[in-house]
């Protein structure tokens, strides 16, 4: 074996080493989300994904707490204020 082929195969090993430990990484953040996943932050119980006014909620099986993705906020504020203006809009004698 040449020189030239010991370099290679001395770079291929510690690229399958990196390779390897960055997986290692990887599935260990996986096993960590895979934990918490679902669980409420709170108390640790299973979250339960329930649709409310077309958008979808985490709901805490242990203390009812309720968890929202980023925006869902707004989209379910922004239907609230649109739900009350028709239910005043009732009481308008037109
Ligand atoms: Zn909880």
Redesign the pocket.
């Known amino acids: 074996m040449s020189k030239n082929e010991d370099e290679h195969f001395a770079r291929e090993e510690l690229h399958r080493k990196q390779k390897e430990s960055i997986e290692k990484v990887k599935q260990a953040l996986r096993e960590r989300q895979k934990l918490h996943h679902m669980k409420?932050p709170?108390?640790?119980?299973d979250l339960e994904t329930k649709i409310h006014e077309e958008v979808e909620i985490d709901v805490?099986k242990?203390?009812?707490?309720v968890w929202l993705d980023p925006g869902e906020l707004e989209t379910l504020a922004g239907k609230e204020s649109t739900g009350l203006k028709n239910f005043f809009g009732l009481f308008k004698d037109e």
């Open positions: 409420c709170k108390c640790g119980d805490c242990g203390c009812s707490g």
